[in-house]
Structure formats: C-alpha cells, structure tokens
C-alpha cells in the first residue's frame, strides 16, 4: 500500500533527516512490485514522488512539520471548511491554458517476472570485484544494481532471491587474477537483497589475503517490459492541450483509465480554476481560526462576483501567514480545481444516491 510504501522510505532516512511525525492516510491501492525502477544516487524525494503519483494522492507537511498523506478518495470526499463570499482581499484566477488540459493520458506499469530463480540478476568477476584485497580478519562492502542479464545497461527489480552458494555464486583466491590458491571456503559472504539492489558484506575468515574472483546474486527478474498507456479527452474550442501522466508503481488497467477520467474532468476548464486567495485573518473568529487550523488538502469555497465565481470549491495547496506592521494578518492560500464532482459514499444522506448526487469513485 501507498502508506507502506512511504513509511518505508520516511524510515530509511536518517534520524535527523525524518519528520517529527507522520499523518499517513491507509493506503487504498496495493502494488506488487515497487522500488524496482530504484538505481544508486536517487533521492528519497523522487521515491516518495513515485509513490504518490501511482496512487493520485497527495503529500505534504503539516505547519507543525508532520508529513501528511492523503489519498485520492480522502481527498475527493473532503467537504469544504471554509467560505469566502466577496470578502477577500485579493484573488488570483489564470489568465493563460498553462494548467488547462483536455487530453490526458496515463502510463501505468504491469510488471513480468521471470517463472524461476535462477536468473543472475548481479554479477562481478576478476578484478571487478578483487580490488580492494581483503586482509586477515577484515570485512568489506560491496553494492550491486540488478541488471537485465540480456541487456547490460538496463536496471530491473529482483525477488525470490537465492542464498549465495560457494563455488556456484563466489569464489575466493590468493591472487587477483585467480591463479593462486583456491580460498573460497575462507570466504564469508553475508548477502541482503533490497528490491533493486543487493549489499554483500564479505569477510576474510582464513589465513591469507584474499581476492574475491566471483561474486554473483541469483533471484526472479521483475521487468517493466509492458507499459499502458490510457486516454481521456474532450473537444474544446480552445484546441487541443495534452498532459502524460506516469504512474510507476500502479498495475490496475482500470485505475489507469479512471485516473485519466478524473485529472481530464478536473483540469479541461479555467472558469473554475483559482490559483491563490488571499484575506484578512483577523476581520473575525472564523477567519482566524481557518488561517490558522486550515492545511493542504482542505477545501474552500469561492464566490466572487468580479470572476463569476460561484459557490467553487478549490483545494489548498499551500499556506502563508504574513503579520503587517499594521497588525493586519493576511492568510493567502494557494489553491487548485477541487474534485470535478462528488463521490458516492455508501449510506450518506446525500452521497449515495448512484447517478444522481454522484457517481462511483475509485
């Protein structure tokens, strides 16, 4: 689930690195295989964005720092905690088609993975992996990527993963080049297999100095081999504005075509777009307390009889306070097109009735 996921990815930072805490919503979509597209030097930001775009959700910090995860049916079903009626003190709706899109299309990913585990899904031989020797009682660490065996260049995933055999996975020698003395049984090799990538902790347990002349890991290849791409779109008079949307991790053929439906339906128009809103928090009690109490992902509604703004609903995406000198505390959230219509919600007065108040989410 998406929550798994990213509170694996929140654990693997380090202490000072974490949030103080954690709000994560429970995951709604279950992925078989993730991590698998995961290669050295990437940035835990760009997993967790992975994450969050496979699922449509949504991340983001608390004012008070707590990482926050809301899915895309919390999100959809949220109801509006605030509304200004012609009482902000500025408004900022687009005046371009930059965030205007009427074609939609989403990638999703069904992964193969091989029948057996007895591909080589890392490998190492020769001087590749002898170099550094390994003295008399010392320990060293080695790093590997899984790759496609039949394409060097390519990064895979991996599962099902084999204990290191000697012989068959490792060997050892007294020279570099594999001409001295066989010293594969002195050998320690403690190996942890990650979903891309396998650490091996090597250990000289004899006598001798030794060079590790082979080192391999053995497993199930998981290969994104067949990507699918879905398409929602409408005819407008402004032409046509097409968006891709790539979810790494989600294998659903239907969520694929769903999520597409919903980002069409969410962002093919700019009369009901509002970038940013802005007002004083301090005019009255109701403000102040939304300044103060309102976070990503809540909703607001609009109306603004300038625009023709009329009973919207936006979505905030950020939160700024600003204190003047005159003692005028301005709240200004930025905003975004809330859910492009209501969800059905089983037993809800007002949510449940299929095809009239709503249709079915996803």
Known sequence: NENT?????????????????????????????????????????????????????????????TATYKTRRNRATAVSSLTLLNDMIDLMVPSSLNNVFNRVRSTIHPKTIDAAATTVLWSASGETVANPSISLGASITVWGNFRDPDVENRLIGGTATVTPAATTDYTANTAADGTGLDRTSSLGVTATAFASAVKFVLTNNGLDTLYVTK??????????????????????????????????????????????????????????QVEAVEFIANRSATFLAAALQREPTDVVTITETLTGLSSTNVIIYGVDLTLEESGELRCRFTTGPAAPYAFWQLGTVGASEQGTTTILGF
């Open 5 to 65: 996921l990213i509170g694996n990815v929140l654990d693997a930072l380090p202490t000072d690195a974490r949030p103080p805490a954690r709000s994560l919503d429970a995951g709604i979509d279950t992925y078989p295989y993730a991590f698998d597209n995961v290669g050295g030097g990437l940035v835990a930001g760009t997993l967790l964005r992975d994450i969050v775009l496979s699922g449509a959700g949504l991340l983001f910090s608390k004012g008070d720092g």
């Open 215 to 272: 080192l391999q890991l053995r497993g199930k290849g998981v290969y994104d081999n067949g990507p699918r791409t879905f398409e929602a779109y409408i005819v407008k008079t402004y032409g046509d504005r097409p968006i891709d949307i790539d979810l790494p991790y989600q294998d659903d053929v239907y969520l694929g075509q769903d999520i597409a439906n919903y980002l069409r339906d969410q962002f093919d128009d700019m009369d009901d």
